[in-house]
């Protein structure tokens, strides 16, 4: 049976079809629904089932062969086979992953109230099609308050925070005067410098002189996650430029002073933690154990990394002056 539509809701042809359509999905999910749920609800799904519209309450409406929910044929995966739309699927799977990586944006980032304009870049020309085609849902679902599609050449407005969906597809919103930009860089070079040391692991890895003898599916895998590392880093690096770039002269170079007084101030914490576990150390070597002086390696290997964040920010706050 076809839903029923009220024509002095719509007001063009298309929105005659498009509620329609909606309408009949919801149609076809609900009576499906009521089926698959019988055996466990059979009281419920009964009373449910002789609403549907086109039933009255004893079943013997207008619905072809409506009768008792409980003489239908059991929904079978055949049954269900003419709906099936691969390209359809694909497409909605597609801006389920946007609207994930969108909200999860928005969540990390404590922006959950306001609806942010968001621009969505894709590399590849078939994504940037199905994502231009349904702007109005993928911004519904992401609960953004508008939502742009970008070509891979496309640069989103200045200020913008972005997030990798996947190797190809990358959302933006814009930020200035919404969020704490100082904090949201630091958070940002914290995931860089462990995303650096992920891709420095992998990399000493693979070029080990023994990696010839991992296995094929290994060596795929570590190489994939290598490139895929890669990426991000890079989009992470244009991130933070970006956000630098919404800072004043004076709001940038108090960011900078502000981040080496936290790197001193965690070197000198690592540095008095190195001298304790060096103190309690048996003095003799033999008896010095494997566990503590890993510890102590570990903490120099950080120390090391603060040193050069500092060096480069060094060269950075000599550079602006």
């Not at 309408?23 to 009576?31: K, R």
């Not at 914290?190 to 296995?215: C, F, N």
């Not at 709001?251 to 190195?274: A, I, P």
């Amino acid at each position: 049976m076809k839903p029923v539509v009220r024509l002095h809701d719509c007001q063009t042809a298309d929105q005659l079809a498009a509620r329609a359509t909606a309408l009949s999905v919801l149609y076809t999910c609900l009576e499906y629904g009521l089926k698959l749920l019988h055996p466990l609800m059979p009281f419920i799904s009964e009373e449910l089932y002789h609403r549907l519209p086109g039933a009255n309450h004893v079943g013997t409406g207008g619905r072809p062969n409506c009768g008792s929910i409980m003489v239908q044929p059991y929904p079978k995966p055949n049954d269900t086979q003419r709906f099936e739309d691969v390209a359809l699927d694909g497409t909605m799977t597609l801006l389920q992953s946007i609207a994930r990586s969108a909200r999860s944006t928005r969540s990390a980032l404590n922006v959950t109230k306001q609806k942010l304009t968001m621009y969505i870049r894709c590399a590849e020309e078939q994504e940037l099609n199905a994502v231009a085609s349904n702007l109005r849902d993928v911004a519904v679902m992401s609960i953004a308050q508008e939502a742009h599609a970008l070509k891979a050449s496309d640069q989103p407005p200045a200020g913008c925070m972005s997030s990798v969906v996947s190797p190809s597809i990358e959302i933006f919103f814009p930020l200035s005067g919404v969020v704490d930009v100082g904090s949201e860089i630091v958070k940002m070079e914290k995931s860089k410098a462990q995303l650096q040391s992920k891709i420095d692991r992998l990399r000493a890895q693979m070029e080990s002189p023994s990696y010839s003898k991992v296995p094929q599916a290994t060596r795929d895998r570590n190489e994939a996650a290598f490139n895929s590392d890669s990426t991000e880093l890079n989009k992470l690096t244009d991130s933070i430029a970006s956000f630098k770039a919404m800072l004043t002269p004076d709001q940038l170079n108090q960011y900078r002073q502000d981040k080496r007084n936290s790197f001193l101030t965690e070197k000198e914490k690592l540095n008095k933690n190195v001298e304790k576990m060096r103190s309690a150390l048996p003095a003799d070597v033999s008896k010095q154990p494997k566990k503590s002086l890993a510890k102590i390696a570990e903490a120099e290997q950080e120390i090391a990394q603060i040193d050069e964040q500092l060096k480069a920010l060094d060269l950075e706050i000599q550079q602006a002056q």
